[in-house]
């Protein structure tokens, strides 16, 4: 089923280029030209969905009864116009984990806020208002009480049974369910709504106190009740997040160990100026050892962060490297809005990734010209510095984010 619409031109990474210049010469068959998954991607793949890479640059997702009629049918068909293909993967929310050790360092339950000392930043006035965050997860529970007032609006949209902006999607006015292809966003695990609530939590209504409240939350859906969602459905939302001006994009899943098209995406958000936020994974392992993507990208536009404890420990179940992770952020019972019941403590690198999501919203806030690798490099240069395996060995310091940013860009 074709999902939502192209991928825009440009988006391609080098080595796509050079894949398709190596295929302009014509001769190379459909079968060629469909790059089978390596072993351990295998059990990923999706065995009726395929991602199809055009010369012109675009990406379209497309529906067979499996490889065979795929290649030999639509692909041969269009061989002339396609550049290469792939399987759709599956991939999945990073589900919760415990960490008792860590978690008996806990004294107050708004701890990581304290640590990354958002409440100086607050007290100025920065709160990341005109900031578009999206979230990228299971939905988000629209309706949450210290969410409700802080869901983005899609001012070109109205409920009417019409696609009133004519970006393929009908009634699409708060997010966007890419796995079910409806416009009702619902968490059905109530991980989104979680992360939604450390990024931009009211402060009212309720205990949680969000990074940046002042930001909006773009809430996207691409995955089922289970927590797993489709590699395709996932490049959907980031691009229409691209389309509602999103500034940053936070990504707490993967675990797939293969595709170049989920990458391709990511970087193409790069031109456009947009921030993804990604967690490194909760199976405490070296991401240099077993990569696992988005996490294990090195995008100029992206973040990748693990999870810390209170007493600036990294958390034991934190995927981490000093070449792939560029930062840790607390993740060790963290209290935010939740489904059912309302609030609830969770740990996972889930939850470390919106802490910095939240802090590049306040960072955008404050600095609306900011690009995105002057925020970045915020972020980045002013951390705390601690034992942490990751490349800056550094913990999330928003206020001092703040004030590098204001030395870099007036
Ligand atoms: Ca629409
Ligand atoms: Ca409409």
């Not at 031109?9 to 998954?37: H, R, W, Y």
């Not at 409440?119 to 979230?135: F, K, M, P, T």
């Not at 609006?153 to 708060?174: A, H, K």
């Not at 059905?188 to 402060?203: C, D, K, L, M």
Request: hydrophobic share 40%.
């Amino acid at each position: 089923m074709f999902v939502y619409r192209l991928v825009q031109a440009g988006l391609l990474i080098p080595m796509l280029a050079f894949i398709v210049n190596c295929s302009g010469s014509g001769d190379t068959t459909a079968e060629e030209k469909f790059q089978s998954p390596s072993s351990t991607c295998g059990s990923f793949a999706i065995k009726n969905k395929f991602i199809v890479h055009w010369k012109n640059g675009d990406m379209t997702f497309e529906s067979a009864v499996d490889r065979e009629k795929f290649v030999n049918e639509f692909m041969t068909e269009n061989n002339e116009e396609i550049a290469w293909a792939e399987h759709d993967y599956k991939l999945k929310q990073f589900n919760p984990v415990t960490s008792p050790i860590a978690s008996s360092e806990v004294t107050e339950f708004d701890w990581g806020q304290q640590k990354i000392q958002v409440e100086d930043v607050w007290a100025r006035g920065i709160d990341g208002s005109g900031v578009l965050v999206a979230v990228i997860d299971s939905g988000v529970d629209i309706d949450h009480p210290q969410l409700a007032n802080q869901i983005y609006r899609n001012p070109r949209e109205f409920e009417n049974g019409i696609d009133d902006d004519g970006n393929g999607l009908i009634d699409d006015i708060s997010g966007y369910d890419f796995e079910r292809d409806r416009p009702q966003v619902t968490d059905g695990t109530g991980h989104g709504t979680h992360v939604s609530g450390i990024v931009g939590a009211s402060h009212s209504n309720g205990n949680i106190k969000g990074i940046a409240y002042g930001a909006k939350i773009l809430p996207l859906d691409f995955m089922n009740s289970e927590g797993e969602g489709s590699l395709s459905d996932a490049v959907s939302a980031l691009n229409y997040a691209a389309d509602q001006g999103a500034r940053v994009i936070n990504a707490s899943w993967g675990g797939a160990p293969c595709s170049e098209s989920l990458g391709a995406a990511i970087n193409g958000l790069n031109q456009k100026g947009i921030l993804v936020v990604v967690a490194s994974g909760n199976n405490g392992q070296n991401l240099d050892v077993r990569p696992e993507f988005p996490a294990a990208y090195t995008y100029s536009n992206q973040i990748t962060v693990g999870a810390s404890s209170p007493n600036d420990f990294t958390a034991d179940f934190s995927n981490y490297s000093g070449a792939l992770v560029d930062i840790v952020a607390p993740g060790v019972s963290i209290y935010s809005t939740y489904t059912f019941p309302s609030e609830r403590y969770l740990d996972g690198t889930s939850m470390a990734a919106p802490f910095v999501s939240g802090a590049a919203a306040l960072l955008f806030s404050h600095r609306p010209s900011a690009t995105v690798q002057q925020v970045k490099e915020a972020l980045l240069f002013s951390v705390d510095s601690g034992p942490f395996p990751v490349a800056t060995r550094g913990r999330l310091n928003i206020k001092k984010a703040i004030e590098y940013i204001e030395t870099v860009v007036q």
